[in-house]
């Protein structure tokens, strides 16, 4: 079914819609209560065709949003249009973020962030979302420990293919932390010791 004014949706993004719930009030709120309101642009990161995106700026957030899938900004380009929203949204690797905006927080919801398998790609990303930020300064990353029981035992396998890691997290300590949002101060960040 087309849309007024857009093309219809592509096959990525009505996976990826049907791939995702719909957000929930527990799940809004959580973001709604750490998220800066009147101090100024927010940045989602992997916004994806805009779950979380459009029912913030519903709720008064000035929020800006980028995906590396064109299919997926326009996506979302087409529901915050047709919310009678606007947003600045970027096709972009989070990796290699550089917009000429300042944000006052910066969120990665989903568990979009542990898409990035790469360590220095993650340290790198974590590195120019600091370089993006202004007081107060809030990055949020939502992630996922799986419980000990389902990742990959050593005894299985021998070798443990790029991005995927066993923790040694026990199952009582993993149940404990979900849900999984972080609330994570730049000036908490570990860097290589180099003031950039």
Not at 33 to 59: D, F, T, W
Request: hydrophobic share 40%.
């Amino acid at each position: 079914m087309a849309r007024s004014g857009s093309s219809p949706p592509t096959l990525a993004a009505l996976f990826y819609d049907a791939e995702r719930p719909p957000v929930r009030d527990g799940e809004l709120d959580w973001y709604a209560q750490r998220l800066p309101r009147e101090h100024g642009n927010v940045l989602e990161l992997m916004c994806g065709s805009g779950r979380l995106l459009v029912p913030l700026l519903r709720a008064g957030y000035a929020i800006h949003g980028i995906d590396s899938s064109a299919a997926l900004i326009e996506a979302c380009g087409a529901r915050v249009a047709a919310g009678g929203l606007r947003a600045t949204l970027v096709r972009q690797e989070m990796h290699a973020l550089n917009l000429p905006f300042r944000y006052t927080a910066a969120f990665v919801a989903a568990g979009a962030f542990q898409r990035l398998t790469d360590p220095a790609e993650a340290r790198n990303t974590l590195a120019r979302v600091r370089a993006h930020l202004v007081p107060p300064g809030i990055l949020l990353l939502d992630l996922f420990v799986p419980p000990a029981s389902s990742q990959r035992s050593p005894k299985r396998s021998a070798r443990k293919p790029a991005g995927i890691w066993k923790t040694d997290i026990p199952p009582v300590y993993a149940e404990r932390i979900r849900p999984t949002w972080a609330n994570v101060s730049p000036n908490s960040l570990a860097h290589s010791g180099k003031n950039t």
